[in-house]
């Protein structure tokens, strides 16, 4: 698969309306692999991006989909956390959401790439059963599971995957990983952690996680990485659908630094350090989606009225470094970049 791309870069799937079929087909008509991102969709409504997808580029592309977590949580600690957000959302005349579980549509959604045949299928915060994988296969998709760490790459290649995505601790937005385990937060970043899923499994590997330019992207082809995964750098991208004002954060001098916090969605997730990670970080239980769920009208409210500080500015630790430019014209500077990085 990645020995066909003309250049080996994948455009990161950004779940909540980040990457759209205009940014995917843009990255996948310049020689990379666009991505459309299934999270937080119906099924219809993947479907219907699919279909307009196909209308701007006849390039192949990629579909990424949610993996169903754990449906047990500490009730007792999901409750202290949302009084305390009932006041939080009071100030911006919100609400505190419904804290519910589900499965992110996951059953209709297979049917989804199934049925349309998607040509590359990714998956997060878990491995989906063998089963899946080859019937995936079987109707032509190549399938790529995004780990964490060496146990969850071993999983992955025992359940048939064709590639991983190895993500890094530098990576923006949610971390991939299997579990929603406090105990186990750390992750390695990323040259270490590619070199040891390297040394682990005998298949093709994606490097993502802070990678920025095309001199970043050539020391992870060095490093054993068949191609990269770019989110971050995307993002100011005029196709990208983040909201105006996250595209505004990631060059105001006012944000010096990226931060993890479970605060937005109840999974640990990179993105701009605010004032309501500050406040609850410390609060907030390991409780996804029910956490996203809760927050999600106040994340809502906060950027109806332009207030950052109470937004989830995702992004990963380069992201002084994301250029506002067509992202076909990235993706052109970007090579321009790997080839004199690689003394071509």
């Known amino acids: 698969m990645f020995s066909t791309l003309p250049v080996p870069i994948i455009q990161a799937p950004m779940a909540g309306g980040v990457s759209t079929p205009e940014l995917a087909a843009a990255v996948s008509n310049a020689g990379g692999l666009g991505f459309l991102a299934g999270g937080y969709q119906t099924a219809e409504m993947m479907r219907t991006e699919i279909h307009k997808l196909r209308t701007l580029t006849d390039r192949p592309f990629g579909v990424n989909v949610f993996v169903p977590g754990e449906t047990t949580v500490d009730e007792e600690t999901l409750s202290r956390y949302r009084a305390v957000l009932a006041t939080e959302a009071e100030r911006l005349g919100a609400t505190v959401g419904e804290p519910k579980w589900d499965d992110d549509d996951w059953e209709a959604k297979l049917d989804v790439l199934l049925k349309e045949r998607v040509p590359v299928v990714s998956f997060t915060f878990g491995c989906p059963e063998t089963a899946v994988i080859t019937a995936l296969q079987k ?124 605060a937005f969605t109840g999974r640990p997730a990179r993105g701009l350090a605010n004032r309501f990670m500050a406040e609850y970080s410390d609060l907030a239980p390991a409780a996804y989606p029910q956490v996203h769920h809760m927050t999600k009208p106040m994340r809502a409210a906060a950027a109806k009225v332009g207030d950052r500080e109470r937004m989830a500015l995702w992004a990963g630790e380069g992201y002084r470094m994301a250029r506002e430019l067509p992202a076909g014209e990235l993706v052109r500077e970007l090579k321009r970049e790997l080839e004199e990085a690689q003394g071509r």
């Not at 071993?154 to 048939?160: C, L, N, P, T, V």
């Not at 105990?183 to 990678?211: C, M, N, W, Y």
């Not at 971050?232 to 991208?237: D, E, G, V």
């Not at 990631?250 to 944000?255: A, C, E, K, S, T």
């Open 139 to 262: 109707a032509g998709a190549f399938v790529i599971v995004t780990v964490t760490s060496v146990e969850e790459a071993q999983i992955a290649a025992e359940a048939g995957a064709n590639a991983l995505c190895v993500q890094g601790a530098e990576a923006g937005g949610h971390r991939a990983s299997f579990r929603n385990d406090p105990e186990k937060d750390e992750v390695l970043t990323l040259f270490p952690l590619l070199a040891d899923v390297h040394a682990s499994v005998r298949l093709p590997l994606v490097a993502a996680g802070g990678i920025m330019d095309g001199y970043g992207i050539a020391a992870a082809l060095q490093a054993g990485a068949s191609a990269v995964q770019l989110g971050t750098a995307f993002l100011r991208c005029p196709e990208s659908g983040a909201h105006p004002l996250h595209k505004q954060a990631l060059v105001d001098p006012r944000f010096t630094e990226t931060a993890v916090t479970r």
